[in-house]
């Protein structure tokens, strides 16, 4: 079963406005992930936030963690077209798991220009 | 370069045939992932390895089967018993925290 699931499923703003994209998750985790994947191309990995941190910034990306809600954020700010993409949250299972790396359904956003 | 290649890119299969898709890294990475992406949908995981010769089932592994022989290497095979294999198949790999991923293989049944 998938472990996470992203909110919203579709997203559309203008250029210079700030995306939202937010991950809810079922397990207990080590860490929690986002990645992007371009329109039938291989993810690339964003940011990575352990299950002890709240929040991280990389560049304009935000993203915040709250393991008693099992959810996390994505904030993109100052948004261009080119971060036209889906964005996924994975989540990194605890225990017996192992290194298991499970992916949300993920969240096209789209900004025009 | 260090990388993660997955191959070849398209693959048509017929009805009733097994194929094998190609998952190499040179990035001496222990885990490595295969998951299976339906269009306008998220990742779901077939089969991962944590070391040689060992791996585990993921959330979808029937009518696929793997091997892990060698560290650089993770090849999935997609069965006859896969009544719907269609889909994009994509290929990561790491040793801990990021994954890194191939460019996928799609694979088209005729």
């Known amino acids: 079963s998938q472990q996470g699931e992203e909110d919203p499923q579709a997203l559309s703003i203008q250029e210079g406005e700030n995306a939202t994209m937010n991950c809810s998750y079922k397990?207990?985790?080590?860490?929690l992930q986002w990645y992007r994947q371009n329109s039938g191309r291989g993810l690339v990995h964003l940011i990575l936030i352990r299950s002890n941190e709240r929040e991280k910034h990389s560049g304009r990306l935000r993203v915040t963690l709250d393991t008693s809600k099992k959810s996390s954020s994505l904030l993109i700010t100052a948004s261009r077209a080119a971060d036209t993409a889906s964005y996924f949250c994975?989540?990194?299972?605890?225990?017996?798991?192992?290194?298991?790396?499970?992916f949300g359904e993920g969240t096209q956003l789209t900004v025009n220009p | 370069d260090g990388g993660i290649t997955q191959s070849p890119k398209y693959l048509f299969r017929k009805e009733g045939q097994n194929v094998t898709l190609s998952c190499e890294q040179n990035l001496n990475h222990d885990a490595m992932y295969w998951y299976r992406q339906d269009p306008g949908q998220g990742l779901r995981l077939i089969y991962y390895s944590q070391i040689v010769n060992d791996f585990q089932k993921g959330d979808i592994a029937e009518g696929y089967s793997v091997s892990r022989e060698k560290k650089e290497s993770f090849p999935l095979t997609v069965t006859s018993a896969q009544k719907n294999p269609t889909a994009f198949y994509l290929c990561?790999?790491?040793?801990?925290?990021?994954?890194?991923f191939g460019q996928g293989t799609r694979l088209t049944v005729v």
């Open positions: 397990t207990s985790i080590n860490n």
């Open positions: 994975a989540t990194d299972g605890r225990g017996t798991s192992g290194s298991r790396l499970t």
């Open positions: 990561a790999s790491r040793l801990v925290g990021e994954a890194f």
